[in-house]
Structure formats: C-alpha cells, structure tokens
C-alpha cells in the first residue's frame, strides 16, 4: 500500500511541474498567472479594436482607444500588428532564472510560454 501510495504522489509531482513552469518562488507564480491573464484580456481588446477597424493595433493604439495595458514589476508587453495576426508579448527581466522568459499570445488566443 505504502509502495502505491509513493508512486502516484510521484506521478502526481510530476505532472504539477510540467504544467506550471512559473518560475522558483510563489511571488514569481502569482506575476505568471497575473501577466498570462493580462494577455488574455490585452488578447480581447486586440479583437474589439479588429472588429471596428478591421486590423489590430498596437499597444500604443490600444492605449490610445482607452484600453489599459497594465504595468508590471519584471515585465514589459509588446505587439506585433498586421492586418490579419497579432502577437502580444510579455517579457521577463526578474531576478528568477526559472521564470519563463517570454509568454506570449496570439490572434488564435493560444499562449505559449518560452
């Protein structure tokens, strides 16, 4: 009992760690979270502003049209605007080496994390 009970807290480790890849500390855990949710909602701006002007903007623009783009300890957003696609980047330059260094989404909103 002991034996398979050892095993699937193993199992059980393991599958945490892949799926979180956020960093070596619970503070560098929340900035993820928070920074992957501020894509998402910078994600759906990008789709408003596309569907009243039929391309997507940049940050600046979005700044522009009154959309907040929040500010992060560690991290600075980007775009990358064309008619049809975007990109939105977040980039870390924290102290902790197991932060994910660029998370980044897309007009397909599929975040991907580097």
């Known amino acids: 009992m002991l ?3 050892a095993v ?3 199992l059980y480790l393991q ?3 892949s799926l979180t890849q956020s960093g070596s500390t619970p503070k560098t855990t929340i900035d993820v979270t928070a920074v992957r949710s501020d894509l998402i909602a910078i994600a ?3 789709r408003r502003y596309w569907a009243t002007n039929a391309k997507y903007a940049s940050i600046d623009q979005l700044r522009t049209d009154g959309v ?3 500010t992060r300890a560690n991290y600075t957003y980007s775009a990358e605007a064309g008619e049809n696609t975007f990109k939105i980047t977040a980039s870390y ?3 902790d080496a197991s932060a994910p260094k660029r ?3 897309n007009e397909t909103m599929e975040l991907t994390t580097e």
């Open 8 to 10: 699937g807290g193993y």
């Open 3 to 5: 034996l398979v009970v």
């Open 44 to 46: 759906n701006a990008e």
């Open 15 to 17: 599958q945490t760690k």
């Open 93 to 95: 330059a924290g102290p």
């Open 103 to 105: 998370i980044s989404i």
């Open 68 to 70: 907040p783009i929040p």
